[in-house]
Nanobody, 115 residues
Framework: QVQLVESGGGLVQAGGSLRLSCAAS????????MGWYRQAPGKQRELVAT???????DYADSVKGRFTISRDNAKNTVYLQMNSLKHEDTAVYSC?????????WGQGTQVTVSS
């Protein structure tokens, strides 16, 4: 089993920055994909960014140029640096890890951007 624990959410003013972290523990294989999704009230969950264990990153168009995903494989931790935050970035952000056709999810962390 794999456990994911997110941290770093909170309240920030528009234009500000936050950094989310997600630490994975348990049976983690060297080849995997970690990422972040978000879900705003009344909306469907959407992909924010993913990063492979080799370091390839992909982003949703809505966050390109503002968010940066990174990871520390030695710590099994993925980060999401969020800059130039907008009100519409307000959501619950959840971390995910996919390996060997299994996906695991964290409990989510709230990010609220005040306009």
């Amino acid at each position: 089993q794999v456990q994911l624990v997110e941290s770093g959410g909170g309240l920030v003013q528009a234009g500000g920055s936050l950094r989310l972290s997600c630490a994975a523990s348990g049976s983690i294989f060297s080849i995997n994909v970690m990422g972040w999704y978000r879900q705003a009230p009344g909306k469907q969950r959407e992909l924010v960014a993913t990063i492979t264990s080799g370091g390839r990153a992909d982003y949703a168009d809505s966050v390109k140029g503002r968010f940066t995903i990174s990871r520390d494989n030695a710590k099994n931790t993925v980060y999401l640096q969020m800059n130039s935050l907008k009100h519409e970035d307000t959501a619950v952000y959840s971390c995910t890890l996919v390996q060997r056709n299994n996906d695991y999810w964290g409990q989510g962390t709230q990010v609220t951007v005040s306009s």
